[in-house]
């Protein structure tokens, strides 16, 4: 029989990347990690580690291990909310994390709502960046997370997570209120191709997307400077050092004389829910789901 145990370690294997990165994430030393996964080796009579370089992959074998593993964990899932089903009401405790900008539009209202609505539910919020909440998920730390789509999150195909659209976030063209493009409704940004800009920070999951957007209307921006805080975007808009693309689902603070402009084609970042495969319609998730639904069809309108 295979020990459930030492499958988790080949699952954490898989999605840090190395055995050292599992170990660390699991609490374990590597060695004993490393040892873990020789004993499911031994059990099953397969080799699911082999070298390569200076480290290690997983073999065909182990990769069809984990398939399996993935198809159990979603089964154990749909085990457990079975045998809850007679307890239908949201309750308990519910784990949610979310990047800053959702956490402060989304996350925080939905928590005062379920508050009043279902009281025999507490629901902690958790700010993360989007590959941490990935791992929190895996890990079991959270329960629901709020992500923005970024070039290194899992595929939609990743049988671990359920990945479900929650809102097309549009990205603005912010202007000091003098700039002559401040009094348009629409601008094409190839109007600013020649100016100055103010982008986020090359690690940013953000930057591809500003970058992204630029790339579609015919040019690469001039970044002047970098921020990692669109409060800081925006007051150096403000001090007109460049133009900038920020979220529409940011609020920006209302005293900073900059001006918002809609562009031309709505570039913009998809917004997800996501959830451990298998636990979408637990009536805790699917109330809170529901109310970030709700919040999310005004909060970038």
């Not at 170990?23 to 009579?45: C, E, K, Y």
């Not at 045998?83 to 949610?96: D, I, T």
């Not at 590959?131 to 709020?146: I, K, N, R």
Request: net charge negative.
């Amino acid at each position: 029989m295979i020990d459930l145990r030492r499958l988790h370690v080949l699952r954490a294997v898989a999605h840090y990347g190395t055995v050292t990165a599992a170990a660390r994430a699991l609490h374990f030393t590597p060695s004993a990690a490393s040892q873990q996964i020789r004993l499911l080796a031994g059990d099953l009579g397969v080799d699911l580690l082999e070298p390569q370089g200076r480290g290690v992959r997983l073999t065909a074998a182990a990769e069809s291990l984990l398939a399996h593993a993935d198809a159990i964990a979603e089964r154990w899932e749909a085990a457990e909310l079975d045998l809850r089903a007679e307890y239908s009401a949201p309750a308990g405790q519910l784990r949610v994390s979310g990047f800053t900008t959702a956490v402060s539009v989304l996350l925080a209202p939905m928590a005062v709502r379920m508050r009043e609505r279902h009281p025999q539910l507490t629901v902690r919020i958790r700010e993360t960046a989007v590959p941490e909440s990935f791992d929190l998920l895996f890990e079991g730390e959270v329960d629901l997370a709020v992500v923005d789509v970024t070039p290194h999150n899992p595929p939609l195909s990743d049988a671990r997570f359920d990945q479900q659209p929650l809102l097309d976030d549009p990205y603005d063209l912010v202007v000091p209120d003098d700039h002559p493009l401040a009094g348009l409704e629409r601008v094409d940004l190839a109007e600013v191709a020649h100016e100055d800009w103010i982008a986020p920070v090359p690690q940013s999951p953000c930057r591809p997307h500003v970058m992204s957007a630029c790339g579609a209307a015919g040019f690469t921006p001039d970044v002047i400077h970098h921020a990692l805080d669109w409060n800081v975007t925006a007051h150096l808009v403000a001090s007109r050092l460049g133009v900038a693309l920020i979220p529409r689902l940011f609020q920006l603070t209302p005293q900073v004389p900059i001006t918002r402009v809609r562009c031309v084609g709505d570039p913009h970042r998809k917004v997800l829910t996501c959830v451990r495969r298998g636990r979408r319609e637990r009536p805790a998730v699917a109330a809170v789901l529901e109310e970030l639904r709700g919040l999310a069809s005004t909060a970038v309108a």
